[in-house]
């Protein structure tokens, strides 16, 4: 038998008060008993004290006028009663007993039979089990909270990976509320085609996923890079989508950094030591040209010159893509220098036919700006949109937004696209597609957004089009 440490209540509901007195007998005669015993003999009355939380146990008479025990039993549902309820009755039913356990009584006893060996049997496993439910409910509240706050994407899928259950964190990283990813399957979010099949085939098989990354589509059609979690549980599967996105940005903007700075030093080197001998070929080539006067000669010492004069004028323009960007940064508005940059291109959209969509916010977005070479680095973007599309089928969007303090600038074409090997090599000094390109306007571009403290993000598929979204911090907004 168990000892109470504290005096526990009970309430006895009972509209008779001979069988109160009764049923508290054999509750005192309980050895080790300490029990505070109190009397209740109106149905309402007792249904307030189990919206109090008054007791820890409630032993409720099945006949109660015209309500019954069954009647409190639905009744305390109602309220959230946690506490154990014992129902008493005055003879036995089958029916009644099973209606009392379906409705969460804990126990079903029968006046008659009664004695303080029953009565502390039923009152110790009452609870004690209730305090096992409590503390069960309590954890299971806590690792809900867990779930639920979680900023990480905690999911639950059938074993054909259909979402089953999944935490609010959902809705903030892919867009989805949780009726609609409760519609969905887990690889209907997967963008790359060959990262779907293996998932298909991967985790129905039995087999756990650990810390995989792969590229999600949320519900706005933009891309976000996570690592994938999953391991079998039972007849599900279950796991963690963690979102790596800001980092695989901080990541590749540290690694164009680094390249910038490496090709930089690897320029400066090499304009060093070409320009040494250069500079001897341009003088030994003067001097020759004052000093002979065969026109056969001076047509030959003109050529050297002449390529002379552009080696060198290549490595004064490699020289200033690879050095950062002198600008002088005032406040500016940055629809008035997109409004610039659509003035400066207008006539080649005009040429090639192409339609243009420009879309602003409401307000005013003022960026700190060196605003004429902005012009020119927004302005190599734009052309190379035109030219990268057909004449009459292109359409060129530049669309501005405000997220987070933050000035989303897209610059979209649906023209050729660039393969994805390509893409990686956009921004390197001499890299180019065009035919009488030198490979620099990029890479020039990519410096003087750099000194603007402003990101810039590559996509692009093939035959369908290329996305350029160009990030800058917000000094202000006005609607004036």
Same mark, same amino acid.
């Given at each position: ?168 964190? !959902? %809705?903030? /990283?892919?867009?989805?509320? &949780?009726? #609609?990813?409760?519609? =969905?399957? @887990? ?97 030994? !080539? %003067?001097? /020759?040209?004052?000093?002979? &006067?065969? #026109?056969?000669?001076? =047509?030959? @010492? ?179």
């Amino acid at each position: 038998m168990s000892a109470h440490k504290h005096t526990e209540r009970i309430l006895i509901v009972d509209d008779d008060y001979d069988d109160f007195i009764i049923t508290g007998e054999y509750i005192k005669h309980i050895p080790g008993a300490s029990y505070k015993i109190d009397w209740c003999n109106q149905y309402n009355e007792a249904l307030l004290h189990v919206m109090a939380g008054d007791y820890q146990l409630y032993l409720v008479d099945y006949r109660m006028g015209v309500k019954s025990g069954v009647d409190f039993l639905k009744d305390a549902q109602k309220y959230n009663c946690e506490e154990p309820i014992i129902l008493l009755t005055g003879k036995g039913n089958y029916a009644v007993d099973l209606e009392a356990m379906q409705l969460g009584a804990v126990d079903y006893l029968i006046k008659t039979d009664l004695s303080v060996e029953k009565m502390e049997r039923s009152i110790r496993y009452a609870l004690e089990r209730t305090a096992s439910l409590k503390a069960l409910k309590a954890n299971e509240r806590k690792y809900r909270s867990i779930f639920e706050n979680s900023k990480d994407i905690v999911f639950l899928t059938d074993l054909e990976m259909n979402f089953k259950d999944v935490n609010n964190a !959902v %809705e903030p /990283l892919l867009g989805y509320t &949780k009726e #609609e990813i409760l519609k =969905l399957n @887990l690889s209907d979010l997967i963008e790359q085609a060959q990262h779907k099949k293996f998932l298909q085939q991967y985790l129905p098989s039995g087999k756990e996923l650990n810390d995989w990354e792969v590229v999600l589509n949320t519900k706005n059609h933009e891309k976000k890079s996570c690592v994938l979690t999953a391991t079998h549980e039972g007849g599900y599967l279950q796991g963690i989508i963690h979102d790596i996105t800001h980092l695989k940005k901080a990541e590749k903007a540290t690694l164009q950094a680094e390249k910038l700075a490496a090709t930089g030093r690897l320029v400066r080197t090499l304009a060093h030591e070409v320009r040494n001998p250069l500079n001897n070929i341009t003088l030994s !080539v %003067e001097q /020759l040209q004052q000093e002979l &006067k065969d #026109e056969n000669s001076l =047509l030959y @010492l003109d050529i050297v010159y002449r390529n002379s004069q552009r080696i060198n004028g290549l490595i004064s323009e490699l020289l200033d893509t690879s050095k950062p960007s002198e600008i002088t940064l005032y406040e500016h508005i940055l629809q008035a220098i997109l409004d610039d940059v659509i003035a400066s291109a207008v006539d080649r959209l005009t040429l090639k036919r192409i339609k243009l969509h420009v879309s602003y916010p409401d307000d005013r977005v003022i960026i700190k700006a060196d605003r004429e070479k902005l012009k020119i680095a927004l302005l190599n973007l734009v052309i190379n949109a035109i030219e990268a599309m057909e004449e009459y089928k292109g359409v060129l969007s530049i669309l501005l937004h405000i997220v987070n303090e933050e000035a989303i600038l897209s610059i979209h074409d649906n023209g050729c696209g660039i393969s994805e090997e390509n893409v990686a090599r956009l921004f390197e000094p001499f890299y180019t597609q065009k035919r009488n390109g030198m490979g620099l306007g990029l890479a020039f571009t990519l410096n003087i957004l750099q000194s603007h403290k402003a990101g810039i993000e590559v996509t692009s598929t093939e035959n369908k089009g290329t996305t350029f979204i160009i990030t800058f911090p917000i000094i202000s907004t006005s609607n004036e």
